[in-house]
Each structure stands twice: as C-alpha cells, then as structure tokens.
C-alpha cells in the first residue's frame, strides 16, 4: 500500500517548492518530488531557476558587470587600474557556490516543516496517485490533492541541435571555463540578451541572430529601441534582427552557423554557439494517458482561474501553464493553490505580473505597453522622466534610460510602467503595488520618494503624465 499524503507536489522549482512549504505551514501532510540532480548526481532542489536559470546567470551577470565597471567605468571615478585580469573559472566557482547555498536552503526549509522530499520523476496515475521513478526504481504515494509544478526545458532547433560542447542551451553557457572569442546567441528575448551581455563583458565578441524584425516586442517600444541603441552602439553586441538560421555544422573546434537576413543567404563561425529560442513546458508524459489530462496544443497543462485541471483534486501551477514563464509568477500560484487547498480564500492577479531583463541598463514593466493602449483604443496618455536628469543616477555615473507611465486620460488609473535604467529590477516594485491598488498617477505624485534617489524618476514620470514634471521640460 502506497504511502498517504494530503498533498503530493511533483516538481521543486519556484512553483513546486513555494507551494510544499505553504501547505506545510497550513498544517498539511505535505510530500514534494523532483528528480533535479547536480553534476554529481545528488539530488538539489530549487529547479531550473535555481539550478541554471535565475540565480546562476545573475551571479554571472554581476561578476561580469563588476570587470565592465573596472574596464570602462571606474576611470570617471577617478579610480584607474592598468589591467583588469579576468579570472573565469573562479566567476563560475562563485555562481556554483551561490547555487549550493540556496539549493541547501531549499532542503533545510524542507525539513523545517517535516516536508517529505522524494527524488525522481514523477507521473500522475489515477485516483490521486504519483509514480516515482528513481533511476528505474518505481514507488508509488497518493494524496488527496495534487499539485503538478513541473516547470519547462529549453526549446531545441533542429537546425542547431545542442551538443553540450560548441552548441549549447541556457545551462551550457553557464559554465564555459573561458570566453569565447567568438560566440553566437539565437534569440534575443531574455536568456539570449543576459548571456550575450555576460560573455561580450568578458571579452566575447558576441552576434546574436533573432528571427523576429521587432527587438523585443514585449516592451514598450519606445524603451525597447533606446535599449537597443545602448546593447549595439555603447556595447557592442552585434543583434541582427530579421536573421533566420538554416543550418548550423560543428567542426573541431567551431561550428558554422548559416542564416538569412533581408532575402540574403549568410554564414558565420564562432567557437561557441548559444540556443536560446524559448521554453516549453516540461509536460512529456507528466500523466498516465488513462487519466485524461487535458493538454492544449503548445503542450500546457490546462487550467481554470483557480489552477484547476480537469482532474478531480489536481492543480497545475507554474511553467507549465498558460502565462508568463517567471520565477514569481509561479511561487504567487503555489501560494494560491496552498491556500485554496486549506480552505482559505487566495488571490491571483496574472495581470500585475512584472517582467525584468537584468541587462545593462535593465529593462522593467507592469502592465500594458503603450503600443498596446493604441491597438485597444484606449483614452490614455502618458508622461516620461529620464534617468540623466535624476541626481542619484548622475552620482552613480549612469546616464541613460527613462521612467514611462502609461494612465488613463479619464480616470488617471495607472496601465502600465515601463522603465530602463539603473535598479529597474527593484523600481518596478513600486508600480505592481501602486497598481494593485487601483492608483493613480497622482497618488504616485503625491507620495514623497526620498532624496537623492532613483525612485524620484517614479514621482517625477508620475508629474509629468500632467505636464508637472519639476526636473524636466515637459
């Protein structure tokens, strides 16, 4: 006889291991299976995000922004250094260290609140079963709720199939041992931008080729276009847009990768060739097909408004559904689901669910994107601040981007938020919660921000969607 749960939550990633401790708190017996396992084979919660998503790449992103800073930045400090000797392997031994730390903490959390954790893959069989396979060893729990949080995987090309050596996916490019002297990068959405922008720090000279004529459609393109100018012009990333691959052949020591661009046939080498085209969820015979779990047709789990599958007492939180792929957005359902299993009352708004591309300026926004105020018809207007103007960012030597709201021309509500420039990551939060509370441009206005800081360049956009703006020519 199977072992009894209240509820068993297949996967440990963001979704999967924020939803066990919140089931755990609300006094529920509470088992969480995952079979992530670290280069040498132990088990290490925390999935994709952990392991070699979000927290790696950022450690990296920072290491490398510290030897950009000491290249090009320190100088206007009045701090000079003669050469800068970047030690790679030591960057990566710092991400994998920070990578431990965490993952361990995930497992001390575990045991913390007497979660059970069992390593493998597991499968959805009916009436409320899993199935876990460790290693061709097969075990089987039940529960009385299910939570399926089982993340996603990189998307594969055919026409550049990952090797794990000259070609490789997000995880690959984690842990090169040198920068390449020439990398390639397809796909300039977000993994494709952070990667591309670690390694062009490190002395990489970096192409990256994006199927898509629009640089970053998502965000606003008034900002998306500033960005670009900064990545192309002031740090040499070399983004071609409209660029489709054909065909990718590896060599010895390079892999040659061709493209059209414009109706014209290319081709280049690099040493190193980065796949970051997407994600899909991880769903490949995630259910027992006797259980009818319904799928749709880009392989998500399908759900209602409250994370409901079709299936009786099963939850589906995270990657695997419809929604942004985020870190966050999957730890706010697991939360949900955790509480709506305990009989509370949750809250979900998938419309306040902030994005952030930890580039150099980064890239942050909430909401709509004026583009899309246009294409809905709506009355709105919008008032801008840039960061040059704003005594904080000058003292810290950044000089560009800006601060956009977005509100409506009626009511003032605020639609959207849109920022680039320094602490763009940190800034947007004052929106989301501005937002989820219905404000207005002019309680954001209304609100002192402390001086010096960049949250001005909130106040300051906040005055100027009224033409009030006191730092700037409106």
Same mark, same amino acid.
């Given at each position: 006889?199977s072992?009894?749960f209240?509820v068993?939550v297949?996967g440990?990633?963001p979704?999967?291991y924020?939803?066990?401790i919140?089931?755990?708190?609300l006094? +529920?017996k @509470? ?9 040498d084979g ?8 952990l ?8 450690a990296?992103?920072?290491?490398s922004?510290k ?6 930045g320190f100088e206007?400090?009045?701090i000079?250094i003669d050469k800068?000797k970047?030690?790679v ?8 260290s920070?990578v431990a730390?965490?993952?361990q903490?995930?497992a001390g959390?575990?045991?913390?609140n007497?979660?059970t954790?069992l ?5 959805l069989?009916a009436?409320?079963?899993?199935e876990?396979?460790?290693?061709g060893?097969?075990?089987?729990v ?9 993340g996603?995987?990189?998307?594969a ?5 990952v090797?794990?050596d000259?070609?490789?996916d ?5 842990? =090169?041992?040198?920068a390449?002297k020439? +990398?390639g990068v397809?796909g300039?959405g977000v ?6 922008s670690?390694w062009?720090?490190?002395?990489a000279e970096?192409?990256i080729?994006?199927a898509?004529?629009t ?5 606003d393109q008034q900002?998306a ?7 192309t012009?002031?740090?040499?990333l070399?983004?071609k847009?409209g660029?489709m691959? @054909?065909?990718?052949?590896v060599n010895?020591?390079?892999v040659?990768?061709?493209y059209?661009l ?12 980065i796949v970051?085209v997407?994600?899909?969820p991880n ?5 027992d097909?006797g259980v009818?779990l ?7 789990i399908?759900v209602?408004h409250e994370?409901?599958t079709?299936v009786?007492?099963?939850?589906a939180?995270?990657?695997?559904v419809?929604?942004p792929?985020l870190?966050?957005?999957a730890s ?9 299993i ?7 708004n998938h ?5 952030v591309?930890?580039?150099?300026p980064?890239i942050a926004w ?6 899309q105020a ?6 709105y207007? @919008?008032?801008? =601040?840039?960061?040059a103007?704003?005594g904080r960012s000058l003292?810290?030597n950044e000089k560009g981007?800006r601060?956009k709201?977005?509100?409506?021309a009626d009511?003032?509500r605020i639609?959207g938020?849109h920022?680039?420039?320094p ?8 929106a989301?919660l ?6 207005? @441009?002019?309680d ?6 402390a001086h010096?800081t960049?949250?001005?360049a909130m106040h ?8 009030r ?5 409106n």
């Open positions: 006889m072992e009894k209240d068993v297949v440990a990633g979704a999967g924020v939803a066990a919140r089931c755990a708190q006094g +529920l @509470t088992a969480c299976v995952d079979d992530w396992q670290n280069a132990k088990p290490s919660l925390g999935g994709t995000c392991n070699v998503g979000c927290i790696p790449s950022k990296l992103l920072d290491s922004e030897v950009a800073q000491a290249q090009h206007a400090h009045g000079k800068v970047v030690d392997p030591t960057m990566v031994a710092r991400k994998d920070i730390n965490l993952t903490g995930i959390l575990f045991k913390a007497k979660i954790s390593h493998g893959r597991g499968k069989l009436d409320r079963k899993v876990i396979n460790n290693a060893d097969s075990s089987v039940s529960a009385d709720h299910i939570i399926l949080a089982v996603s995987e990189p998307m090309i055919p026409v550049a199939e090797d794990g000259r070609i490789v997000n995880a690959g490019a984690l842990d =090169f041992d040198s390449p020439k +990398l397809i300039a993994i494709g931008l952070e990667l591309g670690v062009r720090r490190l002395g970096v192409t080729l994006e898509m004529d640089f970053l459609a998502p965000v900002l276009r500033e960005a670009q100018r900064t990545f012009k002031a740090q040499g070399d983004i847009l660029a691959v @054909t065909a990718s052949k010895k020591k390079s040659r990768v061709n059209t414009k109706g014209e046939e290319y081709s280049d080498t690099f040493d190193r060739l970051a997407g994600r899909r769903t490949d015979d995630i259910a097909p009818g319904a799928l749709d047709d880009r392989g998500r399908e209602d994370c409901r079709n009786e007492g099963v939850f939180i995270g990657d695997a419809k929604g792929m870190a966050h957005k706010e359902e697991g939360v949900a689901v955790a509480e709506m305990a009989g509370q009352q949750a809250h979900i419309d306040l669910v902030p994005w591309i930890y580039t150099h980064e909430v909401g709509i994107t004026e583009e246009k294409a809905d018809g709506l009355n207007k @919008t008032g801008f =601040f840039p960061f103007a704003n003292a810290m981007g601060v709201m977005i509100a409506d009511t003032d639609l938020v920022i680039l420039g602490n763009a990551s940190e800034l947007i939060a004052e989301v501005a937002m989820e509370y219905s404000a207005s @441009t002019e954001i206005a209304r609100t002192i921000h010096p960049l949250s001005e300051e956009a906040a005055l100027s969607v009224d033409g703006a006191l730092h700037k020519v």
